[in-house]
């Protein structure tokens, strides 16, 4: 029996930038880890698992579950594999909290699993709402199942809003850094190399959100999932670039008052307070100082440069399937870019492309009709990058 006094949580892709710093924050305050999630990294997953010593681990990759049964076999860890593995996992665990850092479009499943259980949700997958957000909220508040945002700009308006009534709220400010081709031009643009693009400024991050940084398809992503999130019309959300992400976004109310959350960036504060809610514990991170810092710079974005904010706008305004359609776009496109068949400003010529081949979609209302949104705007960015040669 698990101590029913410590916090016990499940890591979904434990073995991710994310995955791995909630882990941090589950060693530095004793949370019990009873479920972990990865992929094929088995060398990572086998040290995290020997270390915590969850209940079940799995491996969504069959192949590196197969390995991991090997691997683990003088444990009495049990492995599951796959996406149904991973959904029983989350639904035989007994964590209060499932920290869901999983990449891409395969982490709208083990949200909807984690809601199904009636389990907390501190959700960085913002796949699962640029996907399918409408769908994930209607059922998390039909369960009762709290969702509480773990990237850093949705986990800042989510404690804003803390200070008035939703009725008060005017807009909410989105705030970007800029990545690191802040004030380029498009001819400067056209020259960046891959490598260019994997140094951020101020985040350690993933590869491809790094890259979704640059190009700002990241913050149009956070666009459509402060949406749902918050339930507020794209046209409510104002991108506003800040080199230092100091402040973390910000709501205005109609009083003209703006309440941020201002830290220095670090995202272990944020699966923290996901998973202390509503308490706040001490953090082990740096606090800010102001003084230090000296001061702040904002900015608006180039939207001509980075055009697919723009259009992450217009997917969020058309609804439907066009936030699966922009997703799985970019997520051909970015791997392309990666594996040197596009180049960055390719990146947004691709999902452009496939985003108009796929309006029909917009009237995607069923979580299948999104998934067949998600494959057919795949096919069409893949005809796209061949279509250059
Ligand atoms: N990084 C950040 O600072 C940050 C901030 C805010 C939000 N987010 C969001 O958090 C999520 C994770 O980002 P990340 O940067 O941590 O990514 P990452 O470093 O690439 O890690 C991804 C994790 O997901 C697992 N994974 C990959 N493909 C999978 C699949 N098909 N099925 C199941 N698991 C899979 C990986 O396992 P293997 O290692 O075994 O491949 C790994 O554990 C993304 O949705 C991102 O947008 C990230």
Redesign the pocket.
Known sequence: MRDTIMKTIAV??????????ALDVARARGYCVDLM??????R??EALAREFSPTFLC???EA?AADMRVRLADTSIEVLSG?AG?REGIARSCAETVV????????LS?TLATIDSGKRLAL?????LVIAGDIVMARARAKGVDILP????HCAIFQSLLSGKREQVRRLLLTASGGPFFGYSREQLAAVSAEDTLRHPT????????V?SATLM?KG?EILEAAHLFSVPATAIEVVVHRESILHSAVEYIDNTVIGEFSLPD?RM?VQYAVDYPDRCASHGEPLDLVRLGRMTFFAPDREAFPLLTLAERASTLGGGMGAVLNAADEVAVDAFLHGHLTFLGIADCVQSAFEDCLPYRSAATLEERMEADRYARDRARIYIESLG
């Open positions: 979904l892709g434990a073995t991710g930038s994310v995955g791995t710093q999630s990865a992929h094929r990294n088995v990572a997953a491996m969504t990759d590196a996406e991973l869901h850092a999983i990449l891409g479009a395969a982490g083990p960085a997958n913002k796949e699962s773990v990237d850093s700009e985040w350690q991050m993933g590869r491809k959100i790094t979704d990241n992503f995202m944020c």
